[in-house]
């Protein structure tokens, strides 16, 4: 597999903000969003505008972080973490024309530093996941996580604290 590592200072590609020593793998779909020094983005990920990655963090194959969502330094991502923006997606509008981006509110989701992510999870938006929380593969996180703290399940639910 093909892999860009970016080893002198910050760089811009494609209108992506990379941090020294970032790697990205092949087939990663990336725009206007910034990624930080010495992360791992693995193959078939897509970051979308707006997006943030911080400091060494690792995101694994398959997974979606889309515009709002903000990820703190030394944050695990699972395979095929979904995050979503909207609580009330729509493709068109009440009278029937194709929705913009004036025509929803964007919902912004912050992953702090030290969360780890199970693979298959699914996080909503308008939520804090807290310092060092522990998320568990394949749960439905529909509020905030508080730091130190390991949920699961679908809705997630505290199963204990670090």
Known sequence: MELVTINNDKQSLNNVSLGKGTKIFNFVNAYGCSIDDNSKIGAFV??????????????????????????EDNVFVGHGVM?????????????????????????????????????????????TIGENALIGAGSVVTKDVLPNTVVAGVPAKIIKTL
């Not at 963090?57 to 997974?63: A, N, V």
């Not at 929705?99 to 938006?125: M, P, R, Y």
């Open 46 to 71: 897509e970051i979308q505008k707006g997006a943030f990655i911080g400091k060494n963090c690792k995101i694994s194959s398959h997974t979606f972080i889309c515009e709002g969502v903000h990820i």
């Open 83 to 127: 995050f979503t923006n909207d609580l009330f997606p729509k493709a068109t509008n009440a009278d029937g024309s194709p929705q913009t981006e004036a025509d929803w509110k964007l919902i912004k989701t912050l992953v702090k530093k030290g969360a780890s992510i199970g693979s298959n999870a699914t996080i909503l938006c308008g939520i």
